[in-house]
């Protein structure tokens, strides 16, 4: 069953440094997706993508946040100066497509735990 | 207010048990709607879509009521398997917001145990 990966599964940095999260969407989706989760709280949607632009963003994904697809399979986060509150599993996600009255189901890759000390 | 409001529990059943969970959101726009079930430190996984009619797989079934804005899980015969954080999850496709794609809304999740 195709999924939708991440690496690293597991990244510390220092505050202030630069950190790039990686995904590997499913191969035929169109759609993409970064979400947060502070340890404890909810998951929180942060952006998304489509067709090599930003469709959407949170209030969360501020300038220190950006999205990018270098290739025709990755799709990358950056924080550029992580803060504390950076820290959180951050879950890449997914969907094949987004039209009106589809489900548009989102799937979620396994997560980058990103610690900032 | 919060665009998904859900029971956090903690729900404690024993095996074989049935268990419900409910779920309110705020947006009556909302186009979609689903359970995820989360395991302690891995991602959300699809559980089930929710609609207007009711469905059922297995022993689960979901129920959405559009009118009062409220969503249902109904597990029958809890297995030690079912141990994990259910979310309640509601898609928001903003036109008004300029984006044609699905932003999902999550509760904060409804913690099952099921012991032996």
């Known amino acids: 069953e195709p999924e939708v990966t991440q690496t690293p599964s597991h990244q510390v940095t220092q505050m202030g440094q630069e950190v790039i999260l990686r995904c590997v969407p499913i191969s035929n989706h169109l759609y993409f997706y970064w979400y947060r989760q502070i340890l404890g709280q909810k998951v929180e949607f942060l952006v998304s993508?489509?067709?090599?632009?930003?469709?959407?963003k949170s209030e969360i994904f501020d300038d220190q946040f950006s999205v990018e697809r270098p290739d025709g399979s990755n799709f990358t986060l950056k924080i550029r100066s992580t803060k504390l509150e950076d820290s959180a599993m951050y879950f890449c996600a997914s969907s094949e497509r987004s039209g009106l009255g589809s489900t548009d189901t989102q799937y979620f890759g396994p997560g980058t735990r990103l610690t900032v000390l | 207010r919060k665009e998904v409001e859900q029971d956090p529990g903690p729900f404690n059943v024993p095996e074989g048990a049935t268990v419900a969970f409910n779920c309110t959101y705020s947006?009556?726009?909302?186009?979609?709607f689903f359970w995820y079930r989360q395991d302690c430190r891995k991602e959300p996984k699809l559980l089930m879509s929710?609609?207007?009619s009711g469905n059922e797989d297995g022993r689960f079934t979901a129920q959405l009521n559009r009118a009062s804005q409220y969503i249902s899980l109904l597990i029958r015969d809890s297995k030690l398997s079912d141990s994990a954080t259910y979310l309640c999850?509601?898609?928001?496709?903003?036109?008004?917001?300029?984006?044609?794609?699905?932003?999902?809304?999550f509760g904060r999740g409804t913690q099952l145990t099921v012991w032996p």
């Open positions: 947006n009556s726009a909302s186009q979609s």
């Open positions: 999850v509601v898609n928001n496709r903003a036109f008004d917001r300029g984006s044609t794609l699905g932003r999902l809304y």
């Open positions: 929710v609609y207007s």
């Open positions: 993508f489509y067709n090599n632009e930003i469709s959407e």
